[in-house]
């Protein structure tokens, strides 16, 4: 045995030890400071009220455990939200606990996180939104082995390269996976990957949070990475993306440009940043300084007198996404001001209060401190333009490459350990044989199959304990078609099988023409967005038959008995994550989704169709053919009068794109002194809106933005009211830019091309032909380019049409399949794949910008006939397929 080794066993052997002492003498203890212990006694004891009803699943356990632990839980319990509170039990967060408490006495670096650290960024089990599992417990073994010799830097950096081992980007719907469904898909997106990687640090004892941007000022997104404490300084890095160092990121140039980047801490934090809300239960502050260049705008805010109004309410909105999104909210002290510390572009600092309102576009370069008086009035038409300009572009940093070559040499390496992992799904001819002994349909099962990734076993199981039963088997694949396919690659088995035995009684009493009430609004096991769980097997004995009986003789019963049993809690689930339903029953409280989706429940599980409206997410049951929309409270009762909006679409010479909603246009409603977007499906365009919209008369407002190239936006705002009975024609028109674009330069048209996966030689002239060229330099295992691809292949259609020369420099000497499977097969049937030997290509267009390209990608060009360079693109920016259609065919 080496040195190392033995080393660590007599560490692991003391250590065991230790803590068998220190839990035996119960002299350990969490809190140092008496004050900070009170605080959270405090707030525990509100805490415990709020749960009383699950108190011997919560806090019986409390008498049995040492001091250290005991005190470690009463901070957990003080601080965590209702969610965690409703749907999980004391062992589990025991079991958290005992793990981070391990991970400190074990690490070197354990004794240099200071006790706020702590218990701030290391034993908090949850990151954010995700869905809780046992990662700590089944990782920590594995975790701790492979970087216990390391310094805390190296550790970091290891760390991240075996979750890059495990997870790869890749998009996937809003409900965020928890790490070990996340691990079982070995994909996720940017927020599902920086969750993975936060917990996995925190798993080590190494403080970790989750920062995002929540929109970005340059293009209409936003991205979600990691913030790891090392030696006295939190520094960044690309969850799942390994970097030779840290603070190296594929999006540090983006970040520059950031207007706020902020993150959500569990509990009171007391830390150096600015606290951007401070509630009882959790600290947002901003980090934005850590990136990009910043500034402090002071907003004060003043009513028609010019008297200084405490309370009112400040939003600093950013242009994305076709709205006017608040990156923050604040609330006017007693001299009626407040500030924000944002990066240099421009906002809408909108003021409110009440339904007084009034705005201001500012520019935060050229503002110090900004006036707001409340006297806009809502009954005024009126149109206004705004440019919103982003931060500019910084000169890169230089491109740092040392380590660069061995830690390519690892990624891709890792590539392979993941592509091995996703060969063991389930095969086609595996899935073709399971079809066959259980005489299914042999398509179906294999396509559920295969879009349950990791989770294939427990597909597989369910397939086989539902056939067993002849009645169950019918229904099989109309309960798959109800549920998403992020359900498909987390749910156990036994929760569709609960579903499938508990709706079946119910099928026959829709005829076979309504036979879609039964399957979308009583199979159906998914309501909104909550973690599927077997509420309807719950609810079968929670609830007496004789109640289940008059709930289906009249549903209203059921509403009463949730106004009466269910109390509403609006503040507590700060995380937004919904409640199971079984969760909501057992805590006995809730917020306004969970309750709504606890209503659906329980109607579905008794045989009552019933949903959350699709645009407004009202619960709804069904009665004699009607949907009837719930209302608990009486103040949400809608008004009876209508209105009508009819959407006309106006072209301008410039932009050839129909514009989309939540693309470049949104409709929004005058609600408290504010407009809130009324939701219709993105991307729906204009002229698809061949309908007039039903709305409630009052005040809306139209938003629409043309996005340039630089990221600047042609903004517009309407102003209109509706009257009831009234139908109004509003023109959807996208500004034209007064500028002419200028030719970055010439790309030469004589060279050669040579193909990435053979001999093949391409001439460019002939590419380009008369009609042009895109040519893009790419590197398909990073997340920007995989968002191009994705966008190109949205837009094939136009660009087949087009016909002109799309040409792809891969950057790297290996795809992963997993890449190639997924976008290139879908981009434009011209597209050709083409490695840029020595990067001598992307060398002429670094000449043309003057910098450095490489750390950049991907680079997309729109050259014309004559190779004159029409756009150029770098790095991450959303939107570039559609600024290139723009340019297609232009006069």
């Given at each position: 045995?080496?040195?190392?080794?033995?080393?660590?066993?007599?560490?692991?052997?003391?250590?065991?030890?230790?803590?068998?002492?220190?839990?035996?003498?119960?002299?350990?203890?969490?809190?140092?400071?008496?004050?900070?212990?009170?605080?959270?006694?405090?707030?525990?004891?509100?805490?415990?009220?709020?749960?009383?009803?699950?108190?011997?699943?919560?806090?019986?356990?409390?008498?049995?455990?040492?001091?250290?632990?005991?005190?470690?839980?009463?901070?957990?319990?003080?601080?965590?939200?209702?969610?965690?509170?409703?749907?999980?039990?004391?062992?589990?967060?025991?079991?958290?606990?005992?793990?981070?408490?391990?991970?400190?006495?074990?690490?070197?670096?354990?004794?240099?996180?200071?006790?706020?650290?702590?218990?701030?960024?290391?034993?908090?089990?949850?990151?954010?939104?995700?869905?809780?599992?046992?990662?700590?417990?089944?990782?920590?073994?594995?975790?701790?082995?492979?970087?216990?010799?390391?310094?805390?830097?190296?550790?970091?950096?290891?760390?991240?390269?075996?979750?890059?081992?495990?997870?790869?980007?890749?998009?996937?719907?809003?409900?965020?996976?928890?790490?070990?469904?996340?691990?079982?898909?070995?994909?996720?997106?940017?927020?599902?990957?920086?969750?993975?990687?936060?917990?996995?640090?925190?798993?080590?004892?190494i403080p970790a949070r989750q920062c995002y941007t929540p929109r970005w000022a340059h293009c209409d997104d936003n991205h979600a990475w990691v913030e790891v404490w090392v030696e006295g300084k939190w520094y960044y890095l690309g969850a799942c993306e390994p970097e030779p160092d840290l603070n190296i990121a594929w999006f540090t140039e983006p970040a520059r440009r950031a207007m706020l980047v902020h993150t959500?801490?569990?509990?009171?934090?007391?830390?150096?940043?600015?606290?951007?809300?401070?509630?009882?239960?959790?600290?947002?502050?901003?980090?934005?300084?850590?990136?990009?260049?910043?500034?402090?705008?002071?907003?004060?805010?003043?009513?028609?007198?010019?008297?200084?109004?405490?309370?009112?309410?400040?939003?600093?909105?950013?242009?994305?996404?076709?709205?006017?999104?608040?990156?923050?909210?604040?609330?006017?002290?007693?001299?009626?001001?407040?500030?924000?510390?944002?990066?240099?572009?421009?906002?809408?600092?909108?003021?409110?209060?009440?339904?007084?309102?009034?705005?201001?576009?500012?520019?935060?370069?050229?503002?110090d401190a900004v006036e707001i008086t409340l006297d806009k009035n809502p009954q005024d038409e009126y149109a206004v333009e705004y440019d919103f300009v982003p931060p500019i572009q910084p000169e890169p940093f230089p491109v740092r490459i040392e380590g660069k070559k061995e830690n390519e040499r690892r990624l891709k390496l890792e590539d392979q350990l993941r592509g091995d992992y996703e060969n063991t799904f389930?095969?086609?001819?595996?899935?073709?044989?399971?079809?066959?002994?259980?005489?299914?349909?042999?398509?179906?099962?294999?396509?559920?199959?295969?879009?349950?990734?990791?989770?294939?076993?427990?597909?597989?199981?369910?397939?086989?304990?539902?056939?067993?039963?002849?009645?169950?088997?019918?229904?099989?694949?109309?309960?798959?078609?109800?549920?998403?396919?992020?359900?498909?690659?987390?749910?156990?088995?036994?929760?569709?099988?609960?579903?499938?035995?508990?709706?079946?009684?119910?099928?026959?009493?829709?005829?076979?023409?309504?036979?879609?009430?039964?399957?979308?609004?009583?199979?159906?096991?998914?309501?909104?967005?909550?973690?599927?769980?077997?509420?309807?097997?719950?609810?079968?004995?929670?609830?007496?038959?004789?109640?289940?009986?008059?709930?289906?003789?009249?549903?209203?019963?059921?509403?009463?008995?949730?106004?009466?049993?269910?109390?509403?809690?609006?503040?507590?689930?700060?995380?937004?994550?919904?409640?199971?339903?079984?969760?909501?029953?057992?805590?006995?409280?809730?917020?306004?989704?969970?309750?709504?989706?606890?209503?659906?429940?329980?109607?579905?599980?008794?045989?009552?169709?019933?949903?959350?409206?699709?645009?407004?997410?009202?619960?709804?049951?069904?009665?004699?053919?009607?949907?009837?929309?719930?209302?608990?409270?009486?103040?949400?009762?809608?008004?009876?009068?209508?209105?009508?909006?009819?959407?006309?679409?106006?072209?301008?010479?410039?932009?050839?794109?129909?514009?989309?909603?939540?693309?470049?246009?949104?409709?929004?409603?005058?609600?408290?002194?504010?407009?809130?977007?009324?939701?219709?499906?993105?991307?729906?365009?204009?002229?698809?809106?061949?309908?007039?919209?039903?709305?409630?008369?009052?005040?809306?407002?139209?938003?629409?933005?043309?996005?340039?190239?630089?990221?600047?936006?042609?903004?517009?705002?309407?102003?209109?009211?509706?009257?009831?009975?009234?139908?109004?024609?509003?023109?959807?028109?996208?500004?034209?830019?007064?500028?002419?674009?200028?030719?970055?330069?010439?790309?030469?048209?004589?060279?050669?091309?040579?193909?990435?996966?053979?001999?093949?030689?391409?001439?460019?002239?002939?590419?380009?032909?008369?009609?042009?060229?895109?040519?893009?330099?790419?590197?398909?295992?990073?997340?920007?380019?995989?968002?191009?691809?994705?966008?190109?292949?949205?837009?094939?259609?136009?660009?087949?049409?087009?016909?002109?020369?799309?040409?792809?420099?891969?950057?790297?000497?290996?795809?992963?399949?997993?890449?190639?499977?997924?976008?290139?097969?879908?981009?434009?049937?011209?597209?050709?794949?083409?490695?840029?030997?020595?990067?001598?290509?992307?060398?002429?267009?670094?000449?043309?910008?003057?910098?450095?390209?490489?750390?950049?990608?991907?680079?997309?060009?729109?050259?014309?006939?004559?190779?004159?360079?029409?756009?150029?693109?770098?790095?991450?920016?959303?939107?570039?397929?559609?600024?290139?259609?723009?340019?297609?065919?232009?006069?």
């Amino acid at each position: 045995m080496n040195r190392n080794k033995l080393s660590y066993c007599i560490y692991c052997i003391l250590s065991v030890m230790v803590l068998m002492f220190v839990s035996a003498c119960d002299v350990g203890t969490f809190f140092n400071d008496p004050i900070q212990k009170e605080k959270v006694e405090t707030q525990f004891k509100k805490q415990r009220q709020l749960a009383k009803n699950r108190e011997k699943d919560l806090f019986e356990i409390l008498e049995r455990i040492p001091t250290e632990e005991r005190e470690a839980m009463t901070f957990l319990y003080a601080y965590m939200p209702l969610s965690d509170l409703a749907d999980y039990n004391s062992d589990y967060f025991l079991e958290n606990i005992r793990i981070a408490l391990e991970a400190r006495e074990v690490f070197s670096w354990g004794k240099t996180v200071s006790d706020d650290l702590f218990r701030h960024f290391v034993l908090p089990y949850r990151v954010n939104n995700e869905n809780l599992d046992s990662f700590r417990s089944v990782y920590f073994k594995e975790l701790r082995d492979r970087v216990f010799h390391l310094s805390m830097k190296e550790a970091v950096l290891e760390i991240n390269h075996w979750c890059h081992e495990k997870v790869m980007y890749k998009s996937t719907d809003s409900r965020t996976s928890a790490p070990l469904s996340t691990i079982k898909t070995a994909y996720g997106r940017c927020g599902e990957e920086s969750t993975f990687t936060v917990s996995a640090l925190r798993t080590i004892g190494i403080p970790a949070r989750q920062c995002y941007t929540p929109r970005w000022a340059h293009c209409d997104d936003n991205h979600a990475w990691v913030e790891v404490w090392v030696e006295g300084k939190w520094y960044y890095l690309g969850a799942c993306e390994p970097e030779p160092d840290l603070n190296i990121a594929w999006f540090t140039e983006p970040a520059r440009r950031a207007m706020l980047v902020h993150t959500k801490v569990f509990g009171d934090y007391k830390g150096p940043e600015e606290i951007l809300s401070d509630s009882p239960l959790y600290t947002e502050i901003n980090v934005t300084s850590n990136y990009a260049k910043t500034k402090k705008i002071s907003v004060s805010v003043e009513d028609k007198n010019q008297k200084r109004i405490q309370g009112a309410e400040v939003k600093f909105m950013l242009y994305n996404y076709a709205e006017f999104y608040p990156l923050v909210k604040k609330t006017t002290d007693a001299n009626g001001t407040c500030s924000l510390i944002t990066g240099l572009g421009d906002l809408l600092v909108w003021a409110s209060k009440g339904d007084a309102f009034g705005y201001k576009k500012i520019s935060v370069p050229e503002t110090d401190a900004v006036e707001i008086t409340l006297d806009k009035n809502p009954q005024d038409e009126y149109a206004v333009e705004y440019d919103f300009v982003p931060p500019i572009q910084p000169e890169p940093f230089p491109v740092r490459i040392e380590g660069k070559k061995e830690n390519e040499r690892r990624l891709k390496l890792e590539d392979q350990l993941r592509g091995d992992y996703e060969n063991t799904f389930i095969s086609k001819n595996a899935s073709h044989r399971l079809a066959r002994k259980l005489r299914l349909d042999p398509v179906k099962t294999r396509e559920y199959l295969v879009k349950s990734r990791g989770n294939w076993q427990e597909i597989s199981q369910f397939f086989t304990e539902a056939s067993a039963n002849s009645k169950l088997k019918s229904l099989i694949f109309l309960l798959l078609s109800t549920v998403s396919e992020k359900d498909l690659r987390d749910t156990p088995a036994s929760i569709l099988l609960g579903h499938l035995k508990s709706s079946y009684k119910y099928r026959n009493q829709f005829p076979e023409n309504q036979q879609n009430y039964f399957v979308q609004y009583i199979l159906n096991p998914r309501v909104n967005n909550e973690i599927l769980s077997d509420y309807k097997t719950f609810f079968a004995t929670a609830f007496t038959p004789d109640v289940i009986k008059k709930a289906r003789g009249n549903p209203k019963t059921l509403v009463q008995w949730i106004q009466d049993n269910i109390k509403l809690n609006t503040t507590n689930n700060y995380y937004k994550v919904p409640l199971t339903p079984i969760g909501v029953y057992r805590i006995q409280s809730s917020d306004l989704v969970s309750r709504d989706v606890f209503f659906t429940a329980l109607c579905r599980s008794f045989g009552i169709p019933a949903r959350l409206e699709p645009g407004s997410l009202s619960p709804q049951y069904l009665s004699n053919g009607s949907w009837r929309t719930v209302y608990f409270e009486k103040r949400n009762l809608p008004s009876s009068a209508r209105g009508y909006v009819k959407f006309r679409y106006v072209p301008n010479r410039e932009n050839k794109i129909i514009p989309g909603y939540y693309t470049h246009f949104t409709l929004a409603r005058f609600s408290n002194g504010v407009y809130v977007t009324l939701e219709y499906d993105e991307g729906k365009k204009v002229t698809e809106f061949t309908e007039k919209l039903d709305v409630v008369p009052g005040h809306f407002l139209l938003v629409t933005g043309n996005r340039l190239p630089d990221g600047t936006v042609l903004s517009k705002l309407r102003f209109f009211s509706i009257k009831e009975n009234e139908t109004q024609e509003v023109p959807v028109e996208l500004r034209s830019s007064e500028i002419k674009p200028v030719p970055y330069g010439t790309f030469p048209l004589d060279i050669n091309l040579k193909s990435f996966t053979d001999e093949t030689v391409y001439e460019l002239t002939k590419i380009s032909g008369d009609k042009g060229a895109i040519i893009g330099w790419l590197d398909p295992e990073k997340e920007p380019t995989k968002h191009v691809l994705s966008e190109m292949a949205q837009w094939k259609k136009k660009f087949e049409e087009w016909g002109g020369g799309v040409v792809f420099y891969i950057m790297k000497d290996k795809i992963p399949t997993s890449v190639f499977n997924s976008y290139f097969p879908h981009l434009p049937k011209q597209h050709v794949l083409c490695t840029d030997i020595g990067s001598e290509s992307l060398h002429t267009v670094e000449k043309m910008v003057g910098h450095s390209l490489s750390a950049s990608l991907p680079v997309i060009l729109f050259i014309d006939k004559s190779g004159k360079v029409i756009v150029l693109s770098e790095g991450y920016k959303i939107g570039i397929p559609e600024l290139l259609v723009n340019q297609l065919n232009r006069d």
